[in-house]
T-cell receptor, first 119, second 115 residues
Framework: GAVVSQHPSRVICKSGTSVKIECRSLDFQATTMFWYRQFPKQSLMLMATSNEGSKATYEQGVEKDKFLINHASLTLSTLTVTSAHPEDSSFYIC???????????????FGDGTRLSIL | AQSVSQHNHHVILSEAASLELGCNYSYGGTVNLFWYVQYPGQHLQLLLKYFSGDPLVKGIKGFEAEFIKSKFSFNLRKPSVQWSDTAEYFCAVNAAGGATNKLIFGTGTLLAVQP
């Protein structure tokens, strides 16, 4: 149980285009989802917290107009990288919390990640 | 600010060898501690976690970790590794008692077990 699916797993596109990444909880409802970014040989860095039906909370230094997050339902959050440039190339990972699970000791369930390459 | 350090970036062991991966964190308050594992081509999975109580925590697949508060450490151990333990291991921390599930991750340790 608690499967999180990310799509696409890999995307290559030209500079200036916008890319949408989907994060779905397949067998549970997720009130809260998280978006992380990972550069090679670096740790996962939290970009934003996505809450169903409300605006996402972005971490310091993350441009909200650049990385648009929509959490329109209890099973889907999307991250759109707008006007992507080569420096946005990275590995993007989402995670989800089971609905009703609050508090810092609740485990996050992770997707497989999306490898984004901007040419 | 919270931070997590994993000193071993790449570890190579033979099967049956013992494993210890270091994890140190920096935070002034009470923390929850986690170890996640990412097998090749798979997503991050929770290996074990510490919230309170016995500082020696046992997780899945024979792994354990010991929380040493005085050293701000949460090292991961396994007495005898297998080839199937080849994976990347991430230590993570968040603030206990807080309202958020925000995790701070270490940079990860890539473990390669040779048969």
């Amino acid at each position: 149980g608690a499967v999180v699916s990310q799509h696409p797993s890999r995307v290559i596109c030209k500079s200036g285009t916008s890319v949408k990444i989907e994060c779905r909880s397949l067998d549970f409802q997720a009130t809260t989802m998280f978006w992380y970014r990972q550069f090679p040989k670096q740790s996962l860095m939290l970009m934003a917290t996505s809450n169903e039906g409300s605006k996402a909370t972005y971490e310091q230094g993350v441009e909200k107009d650049k990385f648009l997050i929509n959490h329109a339902s209890l099973t889907l959050s999307t991250l759109t990288v707008t006007s992507a440039h080569p420096e946005d190339s990275s590995f993007y990972i989402c995670s989800a919390l089971l609905k009703g699970n609050r508090g810092p000791n609740q485990p996050q369930h992770f997707g497989d990640g999306t490898r984004l390459s901007i040419l | 600010a919270q931070s997590v350090s994993q000193h071993n970036h790449h570890v190579i062991l033979s099967e049956a060898a013992s494993l210890e991966l270091g994890c140190n964190y920096s935070y002034g308050g009470t923390v929850n501690l986690f170890w996640y594992v990412q097998y090749p081509g798979q997503h991050l999975q929770l290996l074990l976690k510490y919230f309170s109580g016995d500082p020696l925590v046992k997780g899945i697949k024979g792994f354990e970790a010991e929380f040493i508060k005085s050293k701000f450490s949460f090292n991961l151990r396994k007495p005898s590794v297998q080839w199937s333990d080849t994976a990347e291991y991430f230590c993570a921390v968040n603030a206990a008692g807080g309202a958020t599930n925000k995790l701070i991750f270490g940079t990860g340790t890539l473990l390669a077990v040779q048969p």
